[in-house]
């Protein structure tokens, strides 16, 4: 095996200083981008967080006021059908008083005296 000349000594000394150069380059390229993506992270972090946070407070106030909204209306629907019981009392009471005639609360009076 031959010993490399001083050209060809220089010529490898060449490229592994090209190499090295290539290789900090990268390294830099690296730190800068995980320095950039750390700053970027701990910069929206706490806005997403705040995000999600206020997402749930939202979620939170659209379940109570459909849980509020659910109650009124079952309570809507019990008025209304005791308005309903009321009308139809009222009804009934506006056909007794077409049906009971006095010639027929007389007549009812005399079969009570009878029955007694």
């Known amino acids: 095996m031959t010993r490399p000349t001083i050209d060809e000594q220089h010529y490898d000394l060449q490229r592994i200083e090209h190499i090295n150069k290539v290789l900090e380059a990268h390294q830099k390229l690296l730190l800068e981008t995980f320095s950039t993506g750390e700053d970027l992270f701990s910069e929206y972090l706490p806005k997403i967080k705040n995000f999600v946070f206020d997402y749930k407070r ?21 008025m209304t059908s005791n308005a309903r019981a009321i009308l139809d009392f009222v ?6 008083e077409r049906v009971l005639t006095p010639e027929l609360i007389a007549k009812l009076r005399l079969i009570l005296k009878e029955t007694a």
């Open 58 to 78: 939202i979620q939170d106030d659209f379940s109570k006021t459909t849980s509020e909204l659910l109650k009124s209306a079952s309570e809507i629907r019990g």
């Open 91 to 96: 009804q009934s009471v506006r056909e007794l």
